[in-house]
């Protein structure tokens, strides 16, 4: 997964830099695939082994996304693919890092990466990742539009991404679903109780320790963040710095899912309430004070601010405020984890 500093400082770079390397491109001789609005462009292989049928493969990507997200979906979308990561390095130095894998810029609709014949799944979870990212980027800041941009919701947009990584090749779950369910999750108040409890020299009763042994299938253990405090914008750099990284992933992964899709059916039950819930956390107006009246800046100039989201969850899934959206998050991820963790015992007792 990306780095999202790196993500944008990518828009930063110098125009001439970005011609010279365009102008060495036009020498490649694209191997060509469209399908709608989705121009694909595969760098011909030279003595190496090419993925079979890629652009079929990111075909049926791009169609699972429109079946799933299709607000967000963009006229055009071009995908421009290297035979090797040196090639892609070497095309693509101004823009690229030793370790960059891919990258995308929502202002000229295209995925940048390259073939990775020995990893085709990871490659396709990548692209699927990435691709998500600008459909949702380009739902707050459209290609034609001359606004200021807007700072999408970080946990939003990365929880998406993942969701829909997941989903790519397995509709009802992959890698996420089956680490949500095998995972302890707790909240962050009751890791506030434990610590506690520790710390005052209380151990779990034999009780307590038979009844979790009973209900876990895995030995790690997750604190979730309380919510209001993990759906702020660097909430994200906070885990880097912490080294929770994959934690903060688990924890968007979940929060979106449900809201978007809390059981295992390959359809969005909730996708009518989630695409009303994104247009809303997209939508910018006129800000006002408590007694109505607009904010202004020092210029003098209308500030814009979009809905929080607590008032857009308000709107869309008519919880009242964060903490009863947050209720039933864990009355809900409870429950799909007993069935979860039940079917998962059974095929271990039957050997599957």
Excluded: C
């Excluded at 610590?195 to 997750?222: H, N, P, T």
């Excluded at 080294?243 to 969005?268: E, H, I, K, N």
């Excluded at 006002?288 to 607590?310: C, H, I, Q, W, Y």
């Excluded at 964060?322 to 799909?336: A, C, D, P, Q, S």
């Amino acid at each position: 997964m990306l780095n999202r500093k790196f993500i944008i400082s990518l828009f930063l770079l110098l125009l001439s830099g970005l011609s010279f390397a365009a102008s060495e491109k036009d020498s490649i001789k694209w191997t060509k695939s469209d399908f709608g609005n989705v121009q694909i462009k595969i760098e011909p292989h030279r003595g190496t082994i090419q993925t079979p049928n890629l652009a079929m493969q990111f075909k049926e990507v791009f169609q699972m996304l429109r079946q799933n997200i299709p607000w967000m979906i963009p006229g055009k979308v071009n995908v421009e693919v290297y035979q090797n990561k040196r090639s892609f390095l070497h095309y693509n130095r101004e823009l690229t890092e030793d370790w960059s894998g891919a990258f995308f810029d929502p202002e000229q609709n295209i995925i940048v990466m390259y073939d990775e014949p020995k990893h085709q799944t990871h490659m396709m979870k990548k692209f699927t990742h990435e691709l998500t990212h600008l459909f949702f980027e380009n739902t707050f800041n459209p290609p034609d539009s001359k606004a200021p941009k807007k700072e999408p919701p970080v946990w939003l947009n990365e929880g998406l991404a993942v969701n829909m990584e997941d989903i790519a090749k397995t509709p009802q779950g992959g890698v996420w679903d089956r680490d949500l369910i095998v995972i302890n999750i707790f909240s962050d108040g009751e890791h506030e109780l434990l610590k506690e409890r520790r710390d005052s020299g209380e151990r779990l009763s034999k009780k307590e320790r038979e009844g979790f042994k009973k209900f876990a299938v895995s030995d790690k253990v997750v604190f979730f963040k309380d919510f209001g405090e993990f759906m702020e914008q660097d909430s994200y750099d906070k885990a880097v710095s912490a080294g929770t990284v994959d934690d903060w992933y688990l924890q968007a992964y979940a929060m979106v899912r449900f809201l978007f899709r809390p059981t295992t059916s390959s359809a969005p039950e909730k996708r009518m309430q989630f695409e009303q819930f994104t247009k809303l956390m997209s939508t910018y107006a006129p800000k006002r004070d408590e007694n109505g009246n607009l904010v202004t800046s020092a210029n003098g100039k209308k500030v814009m601010a979009r809905p929080t989201e607590e008032e857009a969850l308000k709107q869309a899934y008519r919880y009242q405020d964060l903490r009863e959206f947050e209720e039933n998050f864990w009355k809900w991820i409870t429950v799909y984890q007993a069935r979860g963790r039940k079917k998962i015992k059974m095929s271990m007792k039957d050997g599957i």
